[in-house]
């Protein structure tokens, strides 16, 4: 799940990460009142949207007086902001942060991921803030230096003075800024965060090391444990489909393609949309339907799919493990049954019954194609996308 910044500086700010004091403006005239509140001198106004790059895109500018304030949230409220992080479609703003102004002295870049490969978190740092990280990776590897993380440890003091000591920093501004990465790691792995980025991390003029901008993602699976950051979410800032899905416990992400995909499994969904490139396709999202693929699980995976105009073809790949496969044949066919489906739907089960989960599927009134394997089926599928589009 993703917060917007003045969520995320709200939750940094209890684990005394630093940030710049700011207030939330959801109308021009609350844009006003924040602005007072912060003394009506220079202050920020930044667009409030779930992607990056929102300065480059016309979405953060400063303002010297109140005036300059109503006029800049005028023009910055209902806009569609578009970066190189929301596509060419770009994303309405209906939020605002107005932030007090900071002397800036160093711009500098923290992040916290999980690196899967070792099994550990991975506190990154780097000189270049302000940029974006994936162009610095790609173009100045160097640059970024990082510290593993051992799981039963946590980040140790010497670790934070070696990123200090990373970002060129000494004496007061690195003690400062060891203060600020340790609270960082707190705020992470407290709240259960699978990210959390600050870019830019600043240093001022008076050596304080804070939060300028900041960026939090949150494991939805340990989202129980935490009912105040849950509050925190914005459906308007998803598609109503993922929010749909959301509701049945299917995990759905819509992606570009036309053929659409229903698994049972992540691994088998990710395996299934590669067959769907190599036979020349492409998935039009992500849908994972869990270990119970039934008449009703199904019915609804199948609503959110066609809710999408661009697919033109569905592939079901279901391995019967714990669930058997003529009992998944019998929930497609019932949950077919009452539903108006104008594309080609391609089944391909495997597993426990499998034999007769395609007897079920052949004899049924309903008009299937059956695939005898994956690459059939991707196959069947894509053929099938392609007279339709």
Not at 43 to 50: M, P
Not at 168 to 183: F, I, M, R, W, Y
Not at 245 to 265: E, H, P, T, W
């Amino acid at each position: 799940m993703k917060i917007h910044e003045y969520q995320a500086k709200d939750i940094l700010r209890r684990y005394n990460v630093p940030t710049p004091t700011g207030f939330p403006a959801f109308t021009v005239d609350e844009a006003v009142d924040a602005a007072e509140k912060l003394g009506g001198t220079t202050v920020i106004v930044k667009a409030q949207i779930h992607a990056g790059g929102r300065g480059k895109g016309g979405g953060v500018k400063l303002a010297h007086s109140i005036e300059e304030v109503r006029q800049t949230a005028e023009q910055i409220l209902g806009m569609n902001l578009v970066t190189h992080q929301t596509g060419p479609e770009g994303t309405e703003v209906k939020r605002l942060l107005i932030e007090e102004g900071v002397a800036i002295a160093t711009e500098l870049y923290a992040g916290i991921v999980l690196d899967r490969s070792a099994e550990k978190y991975v506190f990154m740092v780097s000189t270049e803030g302000g940029m974006e990280i994936e162009k610095v990776a790609a173009e100045t590897p160097e640059k970024i230096v990082k510290e593993w993380i051992e799981p039963e440890e946590g980040l140790t003091v010497q670790q934070s003075m070696n990123l200090a000591e990373a970002l060129s920093l000494s004496g007061e501004q690195a003690h400062n800024c060891s203060k600020t990465v340790l609270a960082l790691w707190e705020a992470f792995i407290q709240s259960d965060c699978s990210l959390a980025e600050i870019n830019p991390l600043v240093v001022t003029e008076g050596g304080e090391v804070m939060a300028l901008d900041a960026k939090m993602n949150f494991d939805s699976n340990a989202l129980f444990r935490h009912p105040e950051i849950a509050e925190m979410r914005d459906h308007s800032e998803e598609l109503p489909s993922e929010i749909e899905a959301s509701k049945y416990s299917l995990n759905y992400i819509k992606l570009d393609g036309n053929v659409g995909c229903m698994v049972n499994g992540a691994g088998l969904a990710m395996s299934t949309m590669d067959i769907i490139k190599l036979s020349g396709g492409d998935p039009a999202n992500f849908l994972d339907v869990g270990g119970v693929a039934n008449s009703e699980t199904v019915a609804h995976g199948f609503r959110i799919i066609l809710s999408d105009p661009l697919v033109k073809s569905i592939l079901i790949n279901i391995f019967g493990g714990i669930v058997r496969c003529d009992r998944v044949a019998q929930g497609v066919i019932d949950a077919l049954t009452d539903m108006e489906v104008k594309v080609p739907v391609v089944v391909r089960l495997e597993g426990t019954n499998a034999l007769e989960a395609t007897e079920l599927l052949e004899n049924s009134p309903l008009d299937f194609i059956v695939a005898s394997s994956l690459k059939d089926g991707a196959k069947k599928a894509v053929e099938a996308a392609g007279e339709l589009a």
